[in-house]
């Protein structure tokens, strides 16, 4: 799966830029590697990645700041790899605009399946997924990747796009934390609440209109997520 | 003896001056109602001075020098005795409402100028007072500035928590009166020795030192604070920087041990063996770093806990998914019921707690056995119970597991371990109010840990967070 796709490491730890360009080089990726945040931007610029791995703790802008301006230009899946394993770490990575984070010292395979995940999510579907959805306040068409939110034009991260292309498969059923972290992540996840909490509240400030209540994902307390779609809406 | 001499030339002065006032009345040979209103006039005069006496012998002499002097020319006195009377009797109530009144203004006055000076005095022990930046320089200052402001024999100040008493001047003899010095319910004790200050400034002086000592406390604690604060973040920027300077390397050998391990080409049996040595031994050193971490963590955040309402759910959860990081996936059978209360304590504390004691019963049990962890709310505590199938403890052991660096004396060599984990536990439990204890049931050791529950939040359990593990 990780055959032919560009996988763009950024650590300012030599030999673990070493180790992994080495293995995952074995595994047939095109790896790149630089040393800090303002390299990858530059990098960015000139070539096309499938994945960047992400360092925290690194001299100059450091990881966090390099995450959210990746993120700015960039839909490219990004997985935090770091020494930090708190929770608090956690949430700030993801909102940082991070799909997945990886704490280190790891093992290569759980590294690998990470990195399957982050790339199987990219090019997910199911039958039963709308191929647009239409419903007052948003448009969503899944084949073109668009999605209008009030009117306006929205634009979602990956990962984003899959938990609401999930959530709508399964419109007006309560979707379980697991269930949904497993459908997006891979079967390896479904302890990483925080993943959820951190994803929805930017899925919601991106299409739900203002206001205090949120009108298309709803929270069911203590089981998951669910969409509301109205009924006697058209899906086409 | 001056003031006996001042008085006994008052009195004569005074008669002096009643018989002055008769015998000119005499001459003049007035009528009756001049000398009279003369006399009780020099009998007000008099009074004023504010000597009871002397306007009582004042009174009389008045009274009589108008009974003999006013005599017609027949020599029988002019007025009966009914009018004698009459006369002694408005010149004695002249005296003495004269008197009265001369005496109570200069009370009044003396009343004053006391007050202004206990006031001058109260305002420079407290200015003194307000100088003072800690707690034992300014019962040493209160003291001091007591017995020479108030001219005390002593005073002692007995602070509460403090080593010794803080004691000026002399303490022997003298009247001694003790009293309550505080704004908050502490037992500070203030002795005054020698010439008592009025009920009033006693008072005055009690609350006063009350408030400085609180007000020394609170700085006091504040610093403390703020150290406590900077220890923590000094501790945590040091620890991170540990972790990271040690789990970079580490990254490196079981990122790369785990490649060669895996890639499953390598053709001798020996060249296998020794890169799952590295790999294993990688893994190990990583579980002590963590343990080292968490176990320096966790004292410095005792040291300064926070106090929240944590949700035993999700603590649960986060422990499961951290064993499971360590030791693989194992069997956990979890029953904490929906809606259980929230417990007020130090998330990370708690984590760390149920963290031993799951860790513990992992250890001791046999491979491949489950461990059940269950919730209950029982008398307004939160009772979790970690149950494995172990071997049953010994009766004399089931107290001592919690003592620090001991271990069960069957498991001791063959258990890798600090013997520090039920230790902490129990540190943990008891900060926040709670117990930990152990059970022998016939299932297994059942490890308990109680928390009071947050007041008034029963059956509140609304975090979209958590949800039941069921593995």
Same mark, same amino acid.
């Given at each position: 799966?990780?055959?032919?796709?560009?996988?763009?490491?950024?650590?300012?730890?030599?030999?673990?830029?070493?180790?992994?360009?080495?293995?995952?080089?074995?595994?047939?990726?095109?790896?790149?590697?630089?040393?800090?945040?303002?390299?990858?931007?530059?990098?960015?610029?000139?070539?096309?990645?499938?994945?960047?791995?992400?360092?925290?703790?690194?001299?100059?802008?450091?990881?966090?700041?390099?995450?959210?301006?990746?993120?700015?230009?960039?839909?490219?899946?990004?997985?935090?790899?770091?020494?930090?394993?708190?929770?608090?770490?956690?949430?700030?990575?993801?909102?940082?605009?991070?799909?997945?984070?990886?704490?280190?010292?790891?093992?290569?395979?759980?590294?690998?399946?990470?990195?399957?995940?982050?790339?199987?999510?990219?090019?997910?579907?199911?039958?039963?997924?709308?191929?647009?959805?239409?419903?007052?306040?948003?448009?969503?068409?899944?084949?073109?990747?668009?999605?209008?939110?009030?009117?306006?034009?929205?634009?979602?991260?990956?990962?984003?796009?899959?938990?609401?292309?999930?959530?709508?498969?399964?419109?007006?059923?309560?979707?379980?934390?697991?269930?949904?972290?497993?459908?997006?992540?891979?079967?390896?996840?479904?302890?990483?609440?925080?993943?959820?909490?951190?994803?929805?509240?930017?899925?919601?400030?991106?299409?739900?209109?203002?206001?205090?209540?949120?009108?298309?994902?709803?929270?069911?307390?203590?089981?998951?997520?669910?969409?509301?779609?109205?009924?006697?809406?058209?899906?086409? | 003896?001056?003031?006996?001499?001042?008085?006994?030339?008052?009195?004569?002065?005074?008669?002096?001056?009643?018989?002055?006032?008769?015998?000119?009345?005499?001459?003049?040979?007035?009528?009756?109602?001049?000398? !009279?209103? @003369?006399? /009780?006039?020099?009998? +007000?005069?008099?009074?004023?001075? $504010?000597?009871?006496?002397?306007?009582? #012998? &004042?009174?009389?002499?008045?009274?009589?020098?108008?009974?003999?002097?006013?005599?017609?020319?027949?020599?029988?006195?002019?007025?009966?005795?009914?009018?004698?009377?009459?006369?002694?009797?408005?010149?004695?109530?002249?005296?003495?409402?004269?008197?009265?009144?001369?005496?109570?203004?200069?009370?009044?006055?003396?009343?004053?100028?006391?007050?202004?000076?206990?006031?001058?005095?109260?305002?420079?022990?407290?200015?003194?007072?307000?100088?003072?930046?800690?707690?034992?320089?300014?019962?040493?200052?209160?003291?001091?500035?007591?017995?020479?402001?108030?001219?005390?024999?002593? !005073?002692? @100040?007995? /602070?509460?928590?403090? +080593?010794?008493?803080?004691?000026? $001047?002399?303490?022997?003899?003298?009247? #001694? &009166?003790?009293?309550?010095?505080?704004?908050?319910?502490?037992?500070?004790?203030?002795?005054?020795?020698?010439?008592?200050?009025?009920?009033?400034?006693?008072?005055?002086?009690?609350?006063?030192?009350?408030?400085?000592l609180d007000r020394a406390r609170n700085v006091e604690e504040r610093a403390r604070m703020e150290a406590a604060t900077r220890g923590e973040e000094l501790r945590s920027t040091v620890l991170n920087a540990l972790a990271h300077n040690f789990k970079t390397p580490l990254t490196s050998i079981k990122a790369a041990a785990s490649v060669l391990r895996s890639a499953g080409d390598l053709r001798r049996a020996d060249e296998r063996e020794l890169i799952a040595a590295i790999d294993e031994e990688a893994d190990r050193l990583e579980r002590l770093i963590q343990e080292s971490l968490d176990l320096a963590r966790i004292e410095g955040r005792r040291a300064n806990p926070q106090s929240e309402p944590c949700s035993i759910p999700i603590v649960v959860d986060k422990v499961i998914s951290k064993m499971s990081?360590?030791?693989?996936?194992?069997?956990?059978?979890?029953?904490?019921?929906?809606?259980?209360?929230?417990?007020?304590?130090?998330?990370?504390?708690?984590?760390?707690?149920?963290?031993?004691?799951?860790?513990?019963?992992?250890?001791?049990?046999?491979?491949?056995?489950?461990?059940?962890?269950?919730?209950?709310?029982?008398?307004?505590?939160?009772?979790?119970?970690?149950?494995?199938?172990?071997?049953?403890?010994?009766?004399?052991?089931?107290?001592?597991?919690?003592?620090?660096?001991?271990?069960?004396?069957?498991?001791?060599?063959?258990?890798?371990?600090?013997?520090?984990?039920?230790?902490?536990?129990?540190?943990?439990?008891?900060?926040?109010?709670?117990?930990?204890?152990?059970?022998?049931?016939?299932?297994?050791?059942?490890?308990?840990?109680?928390?009071?529950?947050?007041?008034?939040?029963?059956?509140?359990?609304?975090?979209?967070?958590?949800?039941?593990?069921?593995?």
């Amino acid at each position: 799966m990780i055959e032919k796709r560009t996988i763009l490491l950024i650590d300012d730890e030599p030999q673990i830029r070493r180790v992994l360009r080495t293995s995952l080089t074995a595994q047939g990726a095109n790896v790149l590697d630089v040393q800090s945040g303002e390299e990858a931007l530059e990098l960015l610029r000139e070539h096309t990645v499938d994945l960047i791995l992400l360092d925290l703790n690194m001299p100059g802008m450091g990881g966090l700041e390099a995450c959210r301006a990746i993120r700015n230009g960039w839909d490219v899946p990004i997985i935090v790899v770091s020494v930090q394993e708190s929770d608090r770490d956690k949430v700030e990575a993801l909102d940082a605009g991070a799909d997945d984070f990886v704490t280190k010292p790891f093992s290569f395979d759980e590294l690998m399946a990470r990195i399957r995940a982050a790339l199987r999510r990219t090019g997910f579907a199911t039958d039963t997924t709308p191929k647009k959805v239409s419903t007052p306040g948003l448009e969503i068409d899944f084949e073109e990747r668009r999605v209008i939110a009030g009117g306006k034009m929205v634009r979602l991260t990956p990962t984003e796009f899959d938990i609401l292309r999930y959530l709508i498969s399964q419109a007006n059923k309560p979707v379980p934390h697991r269930k949904l972290l497993q459908a997006i992540w891979g079967p390896e996840y479904g302890d990483q609440i925080e993943y959820l909490r951190v994803f929805i509240n930017q899925l919601r400030k991106k299409i739900e209109p203002p206001g205090a209540k949120p009108t298309f994902i709803a929270t069911e307390p203590r089981i998951g997520y669910r969409f509301v779609l109205p009924v006697e809406q058209p899906v086409a | 003896m001056k003031r006996k001499l001042r008085r006994i030339v008052r009195i004569a002065a005074s008669m002096a001056l009643i018989c002055l006032i008769a015998a000119v009345c005499e001459k003049l040979g007035s009528n009756r109602a001049t000398p !009279a209103m @003369l006399l /009780v006039l020099a009998v +007000l005069a008099i009074a004023t001075l $504010g000597d009871r006496v002397l306007a009582l #012998v &004042s009174s009389i002499a008045a009274s009589l020098a108008f009974s003999f002097y006013f005599v017609d020319q027949t020599g029988a006195r002019a007025i009966s005795s009914v009018q004698t009377a009459i006369t002694l009797a408005t010149m004695v109530l002249t005296a003495f409402t004269g008197s009265h009144l001369a005496l109570r203004a200069q009370q009044r006055a003396r009343e004053a100028i006391r007050r202004r000076e206990e006031m001058e005095r109260l305002n420079e022990l407290s200015r003194v007072l307000l100088v003072a930046h800690t707690l034992p320089e300014a019962a040493e200052n209160a003291v001091r500035k007591l017995v020479e402001l108030f001219n005390l024999d002593g !005073a002692v @100040l007995r /602070v509460e928590g403090a +080593l010794q008493d803080f004691q000026a $001047g002399n303490l022997a003899g003298g009247p #001694v &009166s003790v009293m309550r010095a505080t704004v908050d319910g502490r037992a500070d004790m203030l002795e005054l020795h020698g010439p008592q200050p009025s009920g009033e400034v006693r008072n005055a002086i009690a609350s006063m030192i009350g408030l400085v000592l609180d007000r020394a406390r609170n700085v006091e604690e504040r610093a403390r604070m703020e150290a406590a604060t900077r220890g923590e973040e000094l501790r945590s920027t040091v620890l991170n920087a540990l972790a990271h300077n040690f789990k970079t390397p580490l990254t490196s050998i079981k990122a790369a041990a785990s490649v060669l391990r895996s890639a499953g080409d390598l053709r001798r049996a020996d060249e296998r063996e020794l890169i799952a040595a590295i790999d294993e031994e990688a893994d190990r050193l990583e579980r002590l770093i963590q343990e080292s971490l968490d176990l320096a963590r966790i004292e410095g955040r005792r040291a300064n806990p926070q106090s929240e309402p944590c949700s035993i759910p999700i603590v649960v959860d986060k422990v499961i998914s951290k064993m499971s990081r360590y030791l693989g996936r194992r069997e956990f059978i979890i029953d904490i019921p929906e809606g259980l209360p929230f417990v007020i304590g130090d998330a990370f504390l708690l984590e760390q707690m149920l963290l031993q004691i799951v860790d513990n019963a992992w250890k001791y049990s046999q491979p491949g056995a489950r461990i059940r962890i269950s919730g209950a709310l029982c008398d307004g505590d939160v009772i979790v119970t970690v149950q494995n199938d172990g071997s049953e403890i010994p009766e004399n052991e089931r107290e001592r597991i919690f003592e620090k660096f001991y271990r069960g004396s069957k498991y001791r060599t063959r258990i890798e371990g600090t013997g520090l984990g039920l230790a902490i536990a129990r540190t943990i439990a008891e900060a926040f109010r709670g117990r930990v204890w152990l059970d022998m049931e016939p299932e297994g050791p059942a490890f308990r840990f109680a928390l009071p529950a947050e007041a008034g939040a029963e059956g509140t359990v609304d975090r979209e967070a958590h949800y039941i593990v069921n593995r």
